[in-house]
């Protein structure tokens, strides 16, 4: 069974910046377009950002727009997440789990989801 291991997160200074790691192990998600997701306590799990198949185009919502890039790298089944200048507001778990839909913001969209990297950045 494929799985999704987040990885990289900790603590962080409000300013500083954070690279998230994502390995399909057991299998690859070469033919999904890749979520990351955040979920802060007690909020609902959102979208941050996703990459296509090919890894050549990406979305960012709002909110970390500016400050986030998203990449892939498809020999290793690897995804990457950094973030720069971060606030106590990118405090979260950070999930990222495979889609084959369009509709990139609706989380049942999404399968094998992992445990998750919990990211607290502190002011």
């Known amino acids: 069974q494929v799985q999704l291991i987040e990885s990289g997160g900790g603590l962080v200074q409000a300013g500083g910046s954070l690279r998230l790691s994502c390995v399909a192990s057991?299998?690859?998600?070469?033919?999904?377009?890749m979520g990351w997701f955040r979920q802060a306590p007690g909020k609902e799990r959102v979208l941050v950002g996703t990459?296509?198949?090919?890894?050549?185009?990406?979305y960012y919502t709002d909110s970390v727009k500016g400050r986030i890039t998203i990449s892939r790298d498809t020999s290793k089944n690897q995804f990457t997440l950094q973030l720069t200048s971060a606030t106590p507001e990118d405090t979260a778990v950070y999930y990222c789990?495979?889609?084959?839909?369009?509709?990139?913001?609706?989380?049942?969209?999404?399968?094998?989801w992992g445990q998750g990297t919990q990211v607290t950045v502190s002011s």
């Open positions: 789990a495979p889609t084959n839909s369009y509709d990139y913001y609706d989380v049942r969209e999404y399968g094998s």
């Open positions: 057991g299998g690859t998600f070469s033919s999904y377009d």
């Open positions: 990459i296509n198949i090919s890894g050549t185009g990406s």
